[in-house]
């Protein structure tokens, strides 16, 4: 945790606090110490930037779940209207 506060420039109070509002649960390591994703830092540093620009962290933490939520919503979008533009198999 220590070392992905430093990445951040957060403190490790900070990272706890995403945790607590469920934006992301990191793994533990056998000792018990938490880890941390790229992904998982990236959304971190997200919830920072909106927190220093003023947003609650508890508001942070629900707009980028919600941003999450809308991207692979698009995503599914997008894979099934190439899906039905695609021409039926020509063996049915």
């Known amino acids: 945790m220590g070392r992905a506060a430093d990445i951040l420039d957060v403190t490790p109070a900070f990272l ?52 999450d939520q809308l991207a692979e919503a698009m995503r599914i979008n997008t894979e099934l209207r190439g899906r039905s533009q695609r021409p039926p198999d020509a063996g049915t």
Do not use: N, W
Not at 21 to 39: D, E, M, N, T
Not at 45 to 58: C, I, K, S, W, Y
């Open 16 to 67: 706890r606090g995403l945790d607590a509002a469920k934006l992301f649960v990191p793994q533990r390591s056998a000792g018990g110490h938490r880890r941390y994703s790229r992904y998982q830092l990236r959304l971190a540093q997200r919830a920072r930037d909106l927190v220093d620009q003023g947003t609650p962290l508890e508001a942070a933490c629900r707009i980028i779940i919600l941003e």
